[in-house]
């Protein structure tokens, strides 16, 4: 059976608001992967979609599929903007503190912990968390993390690739 006939069994999303300046690098990823598939085809399954991080609808943009790969905006400390992080879930992810709910308004790691507490997890999810520098109101990323967003397609790209080879 075609792929495509059972509906995408691969999901890169990526979580934000491009309002927000660097909080808009995971749909700048999304895009930029948009961009590179008209050009070389994704394999076939994989569907792109952006969210703006609301936990029902990050966990509806997994729905139904094995793999899902997600890209965020990150803050830590010390900063190193633009600076990639790949964690592999399940699998811990770094707490948040509290009171630090980021420009989602729900913490990325609580809305992961919320689907595996609802069995609503992906049989493999992978976050790629980028961080940022400035998630203020306005438009336009730092150049810090405006470059690694060519990279880290690639990157994507290429774990696609060797998960479809079922080289995970």
Do not use: K
Request: proline share 8%; glycine share 12%; aromatic share 4%.
């Amino acid at each position: 059976m075609d792929a495509s006939a059972v509906g995408p069994r691969t999901a890169v999303i990526g979580v934000g608001n491009e309002y927000r300046r660097d909080d808009g690098v995971g749909w700048a990823v999304v895009a930029c992967l948009a961009q590179r598939g008209a050009r070389r085809p994704l394999p076939p399954g994989v569907r792109l979609t952006c969210t703006d991080g609301d936990p029902a609808r990050l966990i509806s943009a997994w729905e139904d599929v094995r793999l899902a790969v997600l890209v965020d905006a990150a803050h830590a400390r010390p900063a190193r903007p633009g600076h990639v992080h790949r964690f592999r879930c399940p699998g811990e992810l770094p707490s948040t503190p509290r009171g630090e709910a980021g420009s989602h308004g729900f913490p990325l790691g609580d809305t992961i912990r919320l689907a595996r507490a609802l069995d609503r997890l992906p049989e493999q999810l992978l976050v790629y968390a980028v961080e940022a520098t400035d998630t203020g109101l306005g438009t336009g990323m730092s150049p810090q993390v405006t470059a690694a967003v060519e990279p880290l397609a690639q990157r994507i790209e290429e774990d696609l690739l060797r998960h479809f080879r079922g080289g995970r």
